[in-house]
């Protein structure tokens, strides 16, 4: 091949390389499999070697340096890098405004609204279209070079788009952007010589819970966060490391003046500029449209791909921002609106340890009370003796502390600068803290259990997760009533609750005759129970309501389940060896088949749900559920699936043949796309179930 020849294939193969690389990482599309892409970047790579002198800064293969640093060099910042001032309600925004109001009484103030993406700040900085520099906030004075790491990441671009034909074709996005902002059209047809673009560098929830699989895998310590990793990566001296940590990138902000009206159209421009940006940003003409644009993120937040601690809001208007100026380190016409903590610190009491329905033993945290998400915590999991020596927790320490959504509070960091003298380390106990048993653990397990299976504590968690709203589910019966019930001696295990009398329950505390008749009626109601909902409500260990769906499929009833193998159980979708095991094991157990009679003997009769003769169109098929679906509840979704022969999966594998793909989907797309498993819309999913 000429030299030639080489060039225009080099530049054929660039252009190419450049389009897949815009499509997939910035508009989240593929054209071609990832196995396609790296043929061609291997192909580049072969004539860039062949013909050196041809290789320029911005072609796909300088994203990755060959060599480590030192050390950083310091980076001086043109224009010095903010940070955002809080707020976290409602009320406290209504204040920003007022003060904004009162420094610029004439501004008719109007917003632009974002995600607060929990990531790394990074100036990007380009010189005549090439990136030249990338480097950190710092102390928004001086930051550090981080050029060849911010490299690696693959939604960076290394140089400035500015011919669509070049990457194949002009996308609709960004058609329908220059008709909605005919100004920035203009604005990018001639840049400036020097051009900076501030952003996050992130790591997506499906990266990061693969990279975490992978450290697992090689025995090393699980990643803390999202945003450590991502920070820790850019600030590695070997840009390999960097490279082999699947980050991503967003823009929030054009420094660089291009005569924009707008924050909204410098997004545009950003966009335009072959940059991604927030897709979930509205522009909002009072602050009441703002706070309803908080209100419906935070609800949807953990279906996002990404970790997000928040929205910036900014008045809009480029002008009406710049003569709100600066109050110390902070814009006056920005703030980061942010949802209520789901982190606090707080300092650890005591550790005791509960007994769990299987007879594990959990450590549990006993703290100063402290608010967290609205909700005031005073005890949080420690999960197990591992994890207590993985965060080197001791009694005494100032603790970080985790809630999100509906998942138990769980201690998550520990701030070791200010424990006190005379901390304790903590040992799980060599024997149960209720019944005095033998407490142990079996290779290959970080639990530890109690030996005895009749132990109080236990039985009383097992009858818990017997009325529960996913098994037996049985009205006016929880917990507290549970405890009154075995306190009185009036049951000893869940079948006896069957056998309880009007009588027996009248005289308790708190009931009368209405209410035991209503409770005697409730239970009479769950004799006759779905067979998934009794066989969950057993509390076999690795069995949740999926599995038990699965189960009562497969099987029909429950002594086919008695009968089953190791190895039939292991044919089930979702159940490896462990779960096998566990299943075969209870029902081999000799108190396990006594429960059974007496349940049966006390009138208990689990169904099997009839299915309707429907076509098996998706037998073997396996589904996974991300983000709203608008047409169909996920409950019904799912139902249809399985009528007509299909699995239903919480996580995506190799394995999986569908992600149904709804509104604002989850890390389950990303990891969809990681494994190239299918992705279909609902209108597609809804024509597949016919």
Known sequence: MTKQEAQKRIEKLRSEINHHRYLYHVLDRQEISDAALDSLKKELLRLEAGFPDLVTPDSPTQRVGGKALTKFKKVPHRTEMLSLNDAFSPEEMREWEERVKRLEPRLKLKYFAELKVDGFAISLEYENRLLVRASTRGDGKVGEDVTDNVKTVESVPLSLMQDFSKIGRTPDEIQKIFIEFPRVLNAVRVLPRHLEVRGEIYMAKAAFEAANREQKKNGLPLHANPRNIAAGSIRQLDPKVAASRKLDFLAYDLVTDLGLKTHEEEHAAARILGFKTVELARNCETLDEVIKFWHEVSQKREELPCLIDGVVVQVNQTADFDKLGVAGKAPRGAIAFKFEAEEATTILRDIIVQVGRTGVLTPVAVMDPVAIGGVTVSRATLHNQDEIERLGVKIGDTVVVKRAGDVIPAVVGVLERLRPKGARAFRMPAHCPICGSKAARKDGEV??????????????????HFVSRGAFDIQGLGPKIVDVLLDQGLIRDAADIFNL??????????????????????????????????????????????????????????????????????????????????????????????????????????????????????EGKTFVLTGALSSITRDEAKRRIRDRGGDISESVSSKTNYVVVGEEPGSKFERARELGVKTITEKEFLKLLG
Do not use: M
């Open 501 to 618: 009398k009007k009588e027996d329950i009248e005289i308790l505390d708190r009931f009368g005759e209405k209410s035991a008749e209503n409770l005697i009626r409730a239970i009479a109601d769950r004799k006759n129970i779905s067979l998934p909902r009794f066989i969950f409500g057993l509390g076999i260990s690795h069995v949740g309501e999926e599995t038990a769906i699965d189960l009562a499929r497969r099987f029909g009833s429950i002594q086919e389940l008695l009968r089953a193998s190791s190895a039939d159980l292991e044919a089930i979708r979702d159940v490896g060896s462990v779960v096998a095991s566990s299943i075969h094991d209870w029902f081999l157990r000799s108190r396990s088949r006594e429960f059974l009679d007496k349940l049966k003997r006390s009138g208990v009769h689990p169904v099997a749900e009839a299915r309707a003769k429907v076509s098996q169109a998706l």
């Open 447 to 464: 639990a530890y259990r109690c030996s005895n299976p009749h132990c109080a504590a236990v039985q009383r968690e097992r009858i818990y």
